[in-house]
């Protein structure tokens, strides 16, 4: 009743099964390209005095509380990341503030520590990067306050920023700023 029931049967050579189908594979969405526009503001007409070289920064946007700024001195959110951009051109570090912001966003990072530098080798003792730093930082949508880092992080040569954390990462925050 079996032999009737399975047929004529083959005697197979190997113990490996060999599938035909190909191999689908999995998409991988493209990269997209980081642009100027999409992360800074309108331009800002609002002329800002020239820093020269111990000078601090300071910035917080509009309706954000008076006490972050406070507590972004204090060290309270603590630093995410850090980026290097002493020693580069302006549209080099620019470039390199842009992605390592959109990272920084996009990975849920808070706080971040930014070094540039305090202009020693700048003409008129007027640093380049402090000067550009203090105006993109202004305009940039997700920065919501930033200010020179304490002594031993930097002090006039370096900045921490807080930045307003990406759309996916709202449901995420119980705190209002």
Same mark, same amino acid.
């Given at each position: 009743?079996?032999?009737?029931t399975v047929? =004529?049967v083959?005697?197979?050579?190997?113990? %490996?099964?060999? &599938?035909?189908?190909?191999? =689908?594979t %999995?998409?991988?969405?493209?990269?997209?390209?980081?642009t100027i526009? *999409?992360y800074?503001?309108?331009?800002? *007409?609002?002329? &800002?005095?020239?820093?020269?070289?111990?000078?601090?920064?300071?910035?917080?946007?509009?309706g954000?509380q =008076?006490?972050?700024?406070?507590?972004?001195?204090?060290?309270?959110?603590?630093q *995410?990341?850090?980026?290097?951009?002493?020693?580069?051109?302006?549209?080099?570090?620019?470039q390199?503030?842009?992605?390592f912001?959109?990272?920084?966003? $996009?990975?849920?990072?808070r706080?971040?520590?930014i070094?540039?530098? %305090?202009?020693?080798?700048?003409? *008129?003792?007027?640093?380049?990067?402090k000067?550009?730093?203090?105006?993109?930082?202004?305009?940039?949508?997700?920065? &919501?306050?930033?200010?020179?880092?304490?002594?031993?992080?930097?002090?006039?040569?370096?900045?921490?920023?807080?930045l307003q954390?990406?759309? =996916?990462?709202?449901?995420?925050?119980? $705190?209002a700023?």
């Amino acid at each position: 009743m079996f032999r009737n029931t399975v047929g =004529k049967v083959q005697l197979i050579n190997s113990d %490996k099964v060999l &599938l035909n189908q190909p191999v =689908k594979t %999995k998409p991988v969405p493209k990269r997209q390209q980081i642009t100027i526009d *999409d992360y800074f503001l309108a331009h800002d *007409d609002t002329v &800002l005095e020239k820093l020269s070289i111990e000078d601090t920064l300071s910035f917080s946007a509009d309706g954000l509380q =008076k006490n972050v700024l406070k507590r972004l001195r204090q060290g309270y959110f603590g630093q *995410d990341a850090e980026i290097d951009l002493h020693g580069l051109s302006s549209a080099a570090a620019k470039q390199q503030l842009i992605q390592f912001l959109h990272h920084s966003v $996009e990975n849920g990072r808070r706080c971040v520590h930014i070094i540039h530098g %305090k202009g020693y080798r700048s003409p *008129d003792n007027h640093p380049v990067l402090k000067n550009n730093l203090n105006s993109w930082l202004r305009q940039h949508r997700y920065v &919501l306050a930033f200010c020179s880092a304490p002594p031993r992080h930097g002090g006039a040569g370096a900045l921490v920023v807080l930045l307003q954390l990406a759309e =996916k990462y709202d449901d995420l925050s119980g $705190e209002a700023y």
